[in-house]
């Protein structure tokens, strides 16, 4: 549908007739009307250069023409909803023994640590390469002074990518992957005593499996070799398994 205003004020301009863009306060706007689903489309520019926004603009509307003549939706899904569908194919994962429960866990928290960063409402669709540039800084600035090491921040890094790359797969984004900041090198020397043991998340990756690998032998205990693995295990379990934080 064709826009039926003519006329534009300072702060307006057309795109291809059928769109417009326009300011709210200082960042440029895009509003297209989607006749098949009977609303507008809009969405933030997140720029305030018109030329910026023009081209911007201009690649959108052709996103949603393309997606129209396919049939798609445009309404997005919400980063809440994006990572509720995630973990809901883990948890599949888990139950077809792909990975355990520990590592479940450790994405759930992962990525409870993004929504708490990126926001539990915003529409995936509108997420951009750049968005995740400073998760580094806001993850480390912690007010309870805890310390957060560059390690575990990496993981986490990894996590959303993850999730990203499947989202995109199933079209819910439009971008593959954040472009995360590149952080320097870990120390050489912290490195090493870092190798010398695990990390957290590791321990309870390593705990999970050796409790399942239990659980799985006492199913069949009497049978020699189940018998053999689930003594190895409760052994191995009592002897070097401390809790750890969190």
């Known amino acids: 549908m064709a826009l039926k205003k003519k006329e534009y004020d300072a702060d307006e301009e057309a795109i291809f007739d059928e769109a417009v863009i326009y300011k709210r306060g200082e960042y440029w706007q895009f509003r297209m009307w989607l006749s098949k689903e009977h ?12 030329s910026t926004a023009i081209d911007k603009a201009k690649l959108r509307y052709h996103e949603l023409m393309a997606q129209q003549l396919q049939g798609k939706s445009y309404f997005s ?10 973990l809901e194919q883990r948890q599949k994962d888990v139950e077809a023994g792909i990975i355990v429960k520990g590592r479940y866990s450790t994405i759930k928290t992962h990525l409870e640590h993004w929504l708490d960063f990126i926001g539990r409402d915003i529409k995936l669709k509108e997420l951009e390469r750049i968005d995740c540039e400073n998760y580094f800084h ?11 090491s560059q390690t575990t921040v990496l993981n986490e890094q990894s996590t959303i990518n993850a999730m990203m790359s499947w989202l995109y797969k199933g079209r819910e984004t439009y971008i593959e992957a954040f472009d995360f900041k590149k952080l320097p090198r870990i120390d050489k020397g912290d490195e090493n005593k870092r190798r010398s043991s695990f990390t957290d998340d590791e321990v309870r990756d390593i705990v999970a499996s050796l409790v399942a690998s239990m659980i799985e032998a006492k199913k069949t205990i009497d049978e020699r070799e189940s018998l053999m693995r689930y003594i190895v295990g409760y052994c191995v379990f009592q002897r070097s398994w401390t809790p750890v934080s969190g």
Request: a positive charge.
């Open 138 to 148: 806001e993850r480390t600035k912690t007010k309870r002074n805890i310390a957060i």
């Open 77 to 86: 899904k919400t980063t809440r909803q994006g990572v509720d569908e995630y």
């Open 39 to 50: 609303k507008y489309a809009r969405l933030s520019l997140r720029t305030r250069n018109r």
